[in-house]
């Protein structure tokens, strides 16, 4: 039963961790670990605890720990600058691939906490209690670090694209 749950639970993992690393290979890394880690340490699964929750948050320190020791190691993490689709589905168009890229570029302009908080209630679809619980931190924080993820990425947007945010007038009358 656990190995089936596991099993449904990856795609969603995996789409999490892209998120996190920016990086296939090292997001399927982060996953693997993940998988070995609970399969080992189910005993310390709680009933009444949501298991993709638990998954989580086994994939959120695991990549916090590896920030750190990368971060001793080098002042800068290259892997945020090759985010993947954050849909989890490829670009099939260029309408879509300049949206993929707009998100990108500014995805990277966020915090690591900004980032997987975003990720988690946008992408995912966690409350924010849940996301909190995913995060190890209180739903108060999740929902303002949401709130500063969104601002900042609005702001990038109006940037980098003041046409499309920009109101037009014609013969009187306010055109998006």
Not at 69 to 81: G, K, T, V
Not at 147 to 156: K, N, Y
Request: glycine letters at 6%; charged letters at 30%.
């Amino acid at each position: 039963m656990l190995r089936k749950q596991l099993v449904a639970l990856l795609p969603r993992l995996r789409r999490f961790a892209r998120n996190l690393t920016g990086d296939t290979d090292s997001a399927d890394d982060l996953v693997q670990a993940t998988c070995e880690r609970s399969l080992a340490r189910f005993s310390q699964f709680h009933d009444g605890t949501r298991f993709d929750s638990w998954l989580y948050r086994m994939i959120y320190t695991q990549w916090i720990d590896r920030m750190r020791r990368r971060q001793r190691q080098s002042a800068r993490d290259e892997s945020l600058r090759n985010l993947q689709d954050i849909t989890g589905e490829g670009v099939s168009s260029p309408r879509r691939m300049v949206s993929f890229m707009d998100v990108k570029k500014a995805l990277g302009h966020l915090s690591e906490d900004s980032r997987a908080a975003i990720v988690l209630v946008a992408v995912e679809g966690y409350t924010y209690a849940e996301a909190a619980t995913v995060l190890g931190v209180p739903a108060g924080t999740v929902a303002s670090r949401v709130a500063r993820a969104r601002g900042i990425l609005a702001e990038r947007f109006r940037d980098d694209h003041p046409r499309r945010l920009r109101v037009h007038k014609v013969a009187g009358r306010r055109l998006k």
